[in-house]
Nanobody, 120 residues
Framework: VQLQASGGGSVQAGGSLRLSCAAS??????MGWFRQAPGKEREFVAG????????NYADSVKGRFTISVDGSKRTLYLQMNNLKSEDSAVYYC????????????????WGQGTQVTVSS
């Protein structure tokens, strides 16, 4: 499976961005978003079953980020609202055969990453 992430950019604190991740093949189980800031480990942001009926979020983004899927387009989304400077990172999408999976090692295919920069 090849994943193509897009939608990153630079915004001011309090702003919004929507990330997209297009998959080259149908996804069987689940997908997730991770992020990695300079000098930090890659961390889980949100996950969703491909059916779209079950989601999981990191505490740091609950109430601000929304993960969703469009199965007909084989595309994963991450709507990010009320962005904070600490959300600045490279965001990655990935696929997994596990649920619930929050460790990077549980994911097998990764997109190339898209940069999100939030200025305060």
């Amino acid at each position: 499976v090849q994943l193509q992430a897009s939608g990153g950019g630079s915004v001011q604190a309090g702003g919004s961005l929507r990330l997209s991740c297009a998959a080259s093949e149908p996804i069987t189980t689940a997908m997730g978003w991770f992020r990695q800031a300079p000098g930090k480990e890659r961390e889980f942001v949100a996950g969703i079953k491909w059916s779209g009926d079950t989601t999981n979020y990191a505490d740091s983004v609950k109430g601000r980020f929304t993960i969703s899927v469009d199965g007909s387009k084989r595309t994963l989304y991450l709507q990010m609202n009320n962005l904070k400077s600490e959300d600045s990172a490279v965001y990655y999408c990935a696929t997994t055969e596990l649920w619930v999976a929050v460790l990077p090692s549980s994911y097998d295919h990764w997109g190339q990453g898209t940069q999100v920069t939030v200025s305060s």
